[in-house]
């Protein structure tokens, strides 16, 4: 049976630990008096406090942090953490006691980590605190708490700034990934379906990502990089008009040509034999007549 605890609002002792990898040992909540402080050193366990409203501090690990209404913060196994209420604005929190494998990686999927210790969801703050009422309302239940502790999670990690910054990452990777492709594959027949195929990803989506970070489409990129390759391979005046048209991906020296001297004003025999100091500059000028078409 749950037991309880004096000296706060409610808490119970739960030890539900049925389920394999989140395990839920007690919870509660507090409306704190002005400079109320508590100092924990947990073991084998982690807290998470919800603050409904007010405000307070936490202390760890050798750093204050300043935390307010609809943020959560940790306190890690095995790390002496201080937390205090605000003397002026206290604050009213509930906390659970949690633990299993799978309970850091969760909360780490969300932002909340030792070295980053409070949460504030982008969204959907006043869903996380009714769930975790929910499970105040229904401590006696334990498939219930648990299940509505991983659509807790499941919020947080969806409505996480550190979700949102990965998923920066993440586009900027598939962006890197699209131009070493094309670097690798630029002699050959690409095609966009291709290149949004090895990365798994929807051709309209990978087109608009790409756009967004490089300012240019993909097919832009690709004429780009290969008028480049083929300015280079002109300046040093070994391979004819046609071979560098087929090492740069075209089987049409016509098309080719045409290509060339619609992004460079000039035609490929003109070029052969440049200095290539002068084509780098031929290629900026190359740069700017595509934004200004754009424009």
């Known amino acids: 049976m749950p037991q309880e605890l004096q000296g706060c609002d409610f808490c119970k002792f739960v030890n539900y630990e049925d389920s394999d990898d989140f395990y839920l040992y007690e919870l509660g909540t507090n409306k704190c008096e002005p400079l109320y402080s508590y100092e924990h050193l947990v073991k084998n366990r982690i807290i998470i406090h919800f603050v409904l409203n007010g405000k307070g501090i ?56 030792p070295s980053h210790p409070v949460y504030t969801p982008v969204a959907c703050a006043d ?10 309302d229904n401590y006696t239940r334990q498939y219930y708490c648990v299940g509505t502790l991983y659509q807790i999670c499941d919020y947080m990690i969806e409505n996480s700034k550190a979700k949102q910054e990965d998923d920066y990452e993440n586009s900027l990777l598939y962006v890197k990934n699209v131009i070493s492709y094309i670097q690798l594959k630029y002699s050959e027949h690409v095609k966009i379906e291709n290149i949004a195929l090895s990365l798994g990803l929807n051709r309209s989506y990978l087109t608009r990502l790409f756009k967004e970070a490089t300012g240019y489409s993909l097919q832009e990129y690709l004429l780009t990089y290969r008028m480049k390759m083929a300015l280079k391979l002109l300046s040093e005046d070994k391979l004819s008009v046609s071979e560098v048209a ?30 290539y100091s002068i084509a780098t500059g031929m290629l900026g000028v190359a740069r700017a007549n595509i934004k200004a078409s754009k424009s």
């Open 58 to 113: 936490l202390r760890l690990n050798g750093k204050q942090y300043d935390v307010g209404p609809h943020q959560i913060f940790l306190i890690p196994s095995d790390v002496r953490t201080f937390y205090q209420a605000d003397a002026e604005d206290p604050w009213e929190y509930i906390w659970f006691h949690i633990g299993g494998p799978k309970i850091p990686l969760i909360l780490k999927e969300a932002g909340l980590t």
């Open 127 to 136: 869903k996380i605190e009714s769930l975790a009422r929910d499970i105040l």
């Open 246 to 275: 087929e090492a740069v991906g075209y089987t049409d020296t016509f098309t080719f040509s045409k290509a060339f001297k619609r992004h460079f004003k000039q035609s490929p025999s003109a070029c052969k034999g440049i200095d």
